[in-house]
């Protein structure tokens, strides 16, 4: 019954910045819940790009993204925060929120697996173009 939906993509010029979002319904309380983000351009494998526990306390980031990237969350409004700066055209791609009900400590961003294939959201297409 989880429902995880994205939102905040679009177009944006390199070295530009925006911010995704991910609201949750359809669960009590976010926790218990740990967030991954991936991201997947058409023909590639999924990317692991960030996590966040569901306390907010540990966090995790692909090389790919550390410096650029910050995850946030505010449990009482169910939403986990992507901001995204100092972006680059080989970020384009669709981004995907995905739930973790049992909370690996740290937090994997690095395998989509870990993440049950019912709890991810329906993705954000995210282009960076001059």
């Known amino acids: 019954q989880l429902h995880l939906v994205e939102s905040g993509g679009g177009l944006v010029q390199p070295g530009g910045s925006l911010r995704l979002s991910c609201v949750a319904s359809?669960?009590?309380?976010?926790?218990?819940?740990?967030i991954g983000w991936f991201r997947q351009a058409p023909g590639k494998q999924r990317e692991g790009i960030s996590c966040i526990s569901s306390g907010g306390t540990n966090t995790g980031y692909a090389d790919s993204v550390k410096g650029r990237f910050t995850v946030s969350r505010d449990n009482a409004k169910k939403i986990v925060w992507l901001q995204m700066n100092s972006l680059r055209p080989d970020d384009t791609g669709v981004y995907y929120c995905a739930a973790d009900l049992k909370e690996m400590w740290p937090c994997v961003y690095s395998d989509p697996g870990v993440y049950p294939r019912d709890n991810w959201g329906q993705g954000t297409q995210v282009t960076v173009s001059s």
């Open positions: 359809g669960i009590t309380s976010m926790n218990t819940v740990n």
